[in-house]
C-alpha cells in the first residue's frame, strides 16, 4: 500500500509546509518522474513514467486521512501532478494544474504535496497536469470508508482497479509539439490500455493481457477509470452485467446494465457477480465516438475476468475468452442511457436557488492564419489552425506567475477578471454556425466568486467545426449535475427538467454532443480553480476557464498558506 517513505526530506520540510488538518492518518510517498524503457506494440520506447512504473503506484487511504507526496522531477519536461477530485478543502496550492495553481516543477527539482481527505470515498485517480505527460504519468487513488465504516452496500469479496489508457506508439510531446507548431489535429493514437496492457487483439500484446481472477458466485468490485487521453470509451464483461454503484468518488443509487461510458477523467465503481458458467471473459474497453467525421482509434483494448474453477481443455493450453459485446461506436443513445440513469442514493442538498448563474458557450473554432504565415503552420482546415474556447475567449496559460500566486501577492497583468458569465453573441449553438463566430479571442480571463456563493453552471456545446460529447472537469469542487438535454437550453423549457431531489454528484460531466448539461455547487473552496475539457487536445487548444473564489470570513474560510518551497516560474 506504501510507497517508499521519505523520512528526511519531509522533516527538513516540516516546519516551512502548512499543517494538516485533523488528519486520521498520514501517509508518505516519493514519487520519482523519470525516464523509462517501456515496450508496447512490439517496440521498446522511453516513457515519462513515476517511480518506473506505468501506470504509476496506486495510493489507498481512507477518508479522513491526509497524503504527503514528495515529487522529484528527473525528467526532461517540466511537470506538476493534480490530485483528480480530491476537494483540497483549503489547500489550492495543492491541486496542480500547472500556470494556475502553481508553476511546473523544473527538471532536477521537486516539490512536497500535502493534503486531506475530507469527507470522500470512492475511486479517484492522479495525473500529470503538464502537456501530453498525462499519456504515461497517471495512477489511481482509491479512498476507502473512514475507519470503523464500511461501504453501502454489501463487502465485495475482492476489488480490482483498471485503468483506462491511450497508448502512441511515439512520444507524446512530441505528437502534441508537431500538432501546435502546424495547427492541425494531432495523430489519433494506436492502441487503448487497461493498466498499461493492449491486450489479445494488438500485435505483441497477449502475452501481458492483465487477467482478473475470480471464484464462482462471489461478487467483486471493479473500480474503472478513464484516464485516455483524447477519448470516451465504452466499457464492458463478456457475458456479465455490472451494477453501478459509484461515480467520481461519490455513491450511487446501484442500477444494473451491460456497458458504461466513461469520459477521460470519470471514474465508475461497478459490482460484478461471477455467475455465469466457469471460463474466461473478456474485460474490454472500445471508444464512443461522437463527433461525425472526426478520426479516432477505433481499436479495442482488453482484459480477462477468469474462473479460478474454469476446466482445462483437454489438448493443454487456454480456452479463447468470450468476446465482448459493445454499442456501435457512434451509439450515442446508449451513451446518454447511462448517464441519464445516474442518481445519488438519497435526497441530496442542491442549492435550490443561486447567487451566480453562468451560461458557458464551448466548443472547438478555427483561427485564420496571417497572409504572411507559413503554410507549414497552418494545417488545419482550409489553411487555419485549429483553437477551442468558452465563451469565445481561448484560454491562454500564463508563463511568468501562477493564477493563484497572481491573485495571492496582487501581481498585475497576468489575468483580467472579465470572463463573461454569457457568451459575447447568442447564435443557434448546436445548428449551422455562422463562419464569423468560429474565431475566439485569446485571454487569460478569470471569473471571481464570493464565498458560499451558490453557482449554476450552463454547460452549452456547439456545433462549430464539430459537435462532440466534452468531458467537463472543475477542478476544487464536486457538482450536483441537475439536468441534461440536446440542442439549445431553452430556460423556459428545460428548467422543468431539472432534479434538485437526488441527482448525481460528479466532478466531470459529460456533456451530450450537441446538447448541454446544467451543473450547480456552493463555492465554498477558495482559491483558483480551472474548469475545463478533460480532452487533452481541447484543453491544448484552449477550451478552459478559471473560477477565482475569494477567502470567507476568519481561518476555516481562507486558503492555508502557500508552502516556501513551491516551484518558481
Known sequence: MEASVIVGTLL??????????????????????????????????????????????????????????????????????????????????????????QCPIRPGHSFTYRFTIQDQEGTLWWHAHSSWLRATVYGALIIYPKRGSSFPFPKPKRQSTLLLGEWWDANPIDVVRE?????????????????????????CSSQDTVTIPVDFGETNLLRVINAAMNQELFFTVANHKLTVVGADASYLKPFTTGVIMLGPGQTTDVLVTADQPPGRYYIAARAYASAQGVPFDNTTTTAILEYKAAPCPAKGGLTQPSQPSFPQFNDTA???????????????????????????????????????????TCQ??????????????????????????????????????DFPATPPVKFDYTGNVSRDLWQPIPGTKVYKL?????VQVVLQGTSIVAAENHPIHLHGYDFYI?????????????????????????????????GWSVIRF????????????????HITWGLAMVFLVENGIGELESQEPVPVDMPVC
Open 12 to 101: 527538513l520540510l516540516a516546519s516551512a509546509l502548512p499543517l494538516i488538518a485533523d488528519a486520521e492518518e498520514t501517509h508518505y510517498h516519493e514519487f520519482v518522474v523519470q525516464e523509462t524503457p517501456v515496450k508496447r506494440l512490439c517496440r521498446t520506447h522511453k516513457a515519462i513514467t513515476v517511480n518506473g512504473q506505468f501506470p504509476g503506484p496506486t495510493l489507498e487511504v481512507n477518508d479522513g486521512d491526509s497524503l504527503v507526496i514528495n515529487v522529484i522531477n528527473r525528467a526532461q519536461y517540466n511537470v506538476s501532478i493534480h490530485w483528480h477530485g480530491i476537494r483540497q478543502i483549503r489547500t489550492a496550492w495543492a491541486d496542480g494544474p500547472e500556470y494556475v495553481t
Open 179 to 203: 500538432a501546435t507548431r502546424t495547427g492541425a489535429a494531432p495523430n489519433i493514437s494506436d492502441a487503448y490500455t487497461i493498466n498499461g496492457q493492449p491486450g489479445d487483439f494488438y500485435n
Open 334 to 376: 446508449a451513451a446518454t442511457a447511462f448517464t441519464s440513469s445516474l442518481r445519488s442514493p438519497r435526497k441530496v442538498p442542491v442549492p435550490a436557488n443561486v447567487d451566480e448563474s453562468l451560461f458557458v458557450a464551448f466548443g472547438l473554432g478555427l483561427n485564420n492564419c496571417p497572409s504572411a504565415a507559413n503554410p507549414s
Open 380 to 417: 488545419g482546415p482550409n489553411g487555419t489552425r485549429f483553437t477551442a474556447s468558452m465563451n469565445n475567449i481561448s484560454f491562454v496559460f500564463p508563463s511568468s506567475f501562477s493564477i493563484l500566486q497572481a491573485s495571492q501577492q496582487g501581481i498585475p497583468g497576468v489575468y483580467t477578471t
Open 450 to 454: 464570493k464565498y458560499g456563493a451558490r
Open 482 to 514: 441537475i439536468a441534461e438535454g440536446f440542442g439549445n437550453f431553452n430556460p423556459e423549457n428545460d428548467t422543468a427538467k431539472f432534479n434538485l431531489v437526488d441527482p448525481p454528484m460528479r466532478n466531470t460531466a459529460s456533456v451530450p454532443v450537441g
Open 522 to 537: 456552493v463555492a465554498n473552496n477558495p482559491g483558483t480553480w480551472v474548469m475545463h475539457c478533460h480532452l487533452d487536445v
